[in-house]
């Protein structure tokens, strides 16, 4: 119970530093005060005149809302990325600040307003190295503690890391500040055990539901039964959707153009290295259940077609070191760089930047077959990456299909843009490290 308490202690102090308003006031003073300060010591003889050129002169007014901005928007784009299940914090400081920063100095340009460089980019740097610092005290104690309900099935709960299950001997409240409650709600739960989560309740400590905990932790969403499937939670956010299909098209308008010259220095590439087509052509399951056909850089030696449906659906199946893939093709796949003509399928409609990945039909059939809810992934179009591929990259056999297609689920439930810009980050330390792909 003394360590209960101590780690408790560590997780308040940890809390302290991760509230949005300390955040913010600590941002605001390190991040753009301290800047405009130091140059004012070095610009101005008194605090006088410094105040006057700050009120006074656009340029360093313009640099002061600048770095106000830059550092709201980075602070709610980071706090919004850490929400999602599995992200380490300090991985998406840079990305998080440099992408509001860069926002705000687009604006600048755009509408050809005048700022001090210096001031911005030094309030770019403060704002990351304090981040930083802040993601450090704040995962110094990694380990949460929670109190565990004995009833329904908790055997998910074993395994997960970063998590100390205390399990309840009797229905009396844990006298332990800034723990929770995990309760399988779906179970037959006693009356002394409902008094006691009334009590919790009344105390201000948390009582979660167990499959939404674990969702929360994990980033899957897991469906047992047709009977608690809750199609109304797994419908996607309408909304978002028709944003995104139009901010699907705009991107991909202006990215085709932009990507031109390498595609034709990879399409020289391919041809160069083995015989056969540029690009691979094959019919994928897509939205709602209708097939279309799905562009790609040939990465591997062309094959006689299969025969079988069996034949077909081995031939879908990407083995780790395949001897089909060509030299110039294991580079495109390490990069994922062959995904990029499928800018052609988003022009027409059939996918998306971000999405479940479409599988080969018979592939599809397959899982469908063996698989209950399968097709729910077809609620969202595919797309060239997802959630699912940067949590647990390319798989194959039904089992890790299966672990797949929760990472779907959940993408579909809690589809939003802070989802997407996670994945967008992801994805681009995907295409870095190489990890995932076959």
């Known amino acids: 119970m003394l360590q209960a308490r101590l780690r408790s202690r560590d997780g ?3 809390a302290a530093v991760q509230r949005y308003r300390y955040q913010i006031l600590i941002g605001l003073l390190v991040a753009v005060v301290l800047p405009s300060l130091v140059r004012g010591v ?27 901005f830059g550092l709201f928007l980075g602070v709610s784009l980071f706090r919004r990325l850490c929400n999602f299940p599995g992200v380490r914090s300090y991985e998406y400081v840079l990305p998080s600040f440099c992408t509001s920063y860069g926002i705000v100095m687009a604006a600048l340009l755009i509408f050809r307003l005048e700022y001090i460089v210096s001031v911005v980019v030094t309030s770019l740097v403060l704002a990351v190295m304090t981040f930083f610092v802040i993601c450090y005290l704040s995962q ?17 709960l074993h395994g997960i890391r970063h998590v100390d299950w205390a399990y309840l001997q009797e229905p009396v409240l844990p006298d332990v500040p800034g723990s929770g409650i995990v309760v399988d709600l779906r179970a037959d739960i006693g009356e002394d055990w409902e008094r006691l989560l009334a009590q919790a309740a009344l105390a201000g400590v948390p009582v979660y539901h167990s499959k939404q905990l674990l969702e929360s932790i994990t980033g899957q969403v897991e469906i047992e039964h047709i009977s608690e499937n809750n199609l109304g939670s797994l419908n996607p956010n309408d909304g978002y959707g028709r944003v995104k299909q139009v901010l699907d098209m705009m991107v991909a308008l202006v990215a085709l153009p932009l990507f031109l010259p390498v595609l034709l220095l990879i399409a ?13 052509r094959q019919v994928r399951m897509g939205f709602r259940g209708k097939p279309f056909e ?24 990407t083995q780790s070191d395949d001897d089909r893939v060509t030299r110039v093709g294991r580079i495109l796949r390490r990069t994922r760089i062959d995904e990029i003509p499928q800018i052609l399928n988003i022009l027409r409609g059939e996918m998306s930047w971000i999405g ?35 949590n647990q990259g390319h798989v194959a056999e039904i089992h890790d299909v299966h672990y797949k297609l929760c990472y779907d689920f959940y993408y579909i439930k809690y589809l939003s843009a802070w989802l997407d810009a996670l994945i967008v980050f992801r994805t ?8 995932g792909a076959k």
């Open 12 to 14: 308040q102090r940890r």
């Open 42 to 68: 070095f610009d101005a003889r008194d605090f006088e005149y410094f105040s006057r050129t700050i009120l006074e002169y656009g340029n360093s007014r313009n640099s002061l809302l600048a770095s106000i």
């Open 140 to 156: 110094r104690h990694t380990a949460y503690l929670f109190h565990v309900v004995p009833c329904g099935d908790m055997s998910r």
């Open 268 to 280: 020289l590439a391919i041809r160069l290295d083995s015989p056969g087509p540029v690009l691979f």
């Open 294 to 317: 799905v562009y790609k850089f040939r990465t591997m030696r062309p094959v006689t077609a299969p025969g079988t449906h069996d034949d077909a659906r081995r031939a879908a199946i």
């Open 356 to 390: 479940p990945r479409p599988e080969a039909m018979a592939l599809s059939g397959w899982y469908q077959s063996e698989i209950s809810f399968y097709s729910y992934r077809h609620v969202v179009k595919p797309g060239i990456t997802g959630w699912a591929q940067v």
């Open 428 to 435: 681009i330390r995907t295409v870095i490290t190489g990890s």
